[in-house]
């Protein structure tokens, strides 16, 4: 990386908004923004197994690349999947269109969690040479690195699949805390690494999914959850303690500032709880990143511009925001809405 480039990130707004520091305007980026909402994506992912995409760096360099061509956005996000490391580790699982990941054999025992091999960084070359492709192709616009957290990587994989009560995964996780904590710890050792790797490969940001924490209580996820994901995010601070840390889940109001004390920089709202209050319970250290409904988008434009001047005032009250959506873009969505949409944002928060 060239000094010039080194710069361009430091100042870009949206590592200057996660450090809280004052911006040219609100950044702003979408999850899931590369993805079936482009028909480019569609193109080149035709007939390719998820899996596979995710393992081909020409490829991933190309699908990230795709929406910071067409919206404008101020971060990219790597393209691949929560699921990648854990199929990296041994785990035979598959991602079944329309349906999401699928585990052969579902963890349940103590054989089935000693089964789950180490990740080292060496079984990630690929991974390595795609962020390496893309950090060449970005110059100073920053990518961020990510990585599913541990209890959402235990649902999917004592259940089975995706679910909506996560019965399975509450009952080992109450019922046998050894086992649950044996499976957390060695999933967080997973996603750590994951994510050293982006990093270390020149990731500028990473961001911790934890889809699904808001199944559980505040108490479950300081009892069963936040050690493990403190471990993820602890660990990419140990060796890279200037790389923003985001940590995101949906439904997580009133697991915020257990969220923060995981070790986040910055947290990532969903669309439920108004930027400005989640900001007051995170305290004068977080940033904030958030939170337009998706659906919204669905809407008449000036709808949509409504509810993005809403999130923006909010966003005006914290010590930094990065502007994006409460949860992923949705497939059905227009393209050009988003592009609009980050026009919007740029010109409407211009200092």
Known sequence: MTTSTATALSDSPFLRACRRQPVPHTPVWFMRQAGRSLPEYREVRASIPMLEACRRPDLVCEVTLQPVRRHGVDAAIFFSDIMVPLAAAGVDLDIAPGVGPVVARPVRTAAD?????????GDLGDIAEAVRLLCAELGGTPLIGFAGAPFTLASYLIEGGPSRTYTRTKALMYGEPALWHDLAGRL??????????????????????????????????????????????????????DVPRIHFGVGTAVLLPAMAEAGASVVGVDWRTPLDVASARLGPDVAVQGNLDPAALFAPWPAVETEARRVLAEGAATPGHVFNLGHGVLPETDPTVLTRLVELIHEASRR
Do not use: T
Not at 113 to 121: E, T
Not at 202 to 229: I, K, M, N, T
């Open 113 to 121: 969690i000693d089964a789950i091999g180490k990740l080292d960084g």
């Open 188 to 241: 967080a050792a997973i996603s750590a690494e994951f994510l050293r790797v982006q990093v270390a490969a020149g990731a500028s940001a990473v961001q911790l999914f934890d889809s699904w924490a808001g199944a559980l209580s505040e108490a479950d996820y300081r009892r069963y959850v936040l050690p493990h994901s403190a471990a993820v995010l602890a660990s990419v601070a140990a060796g890279f303690p």
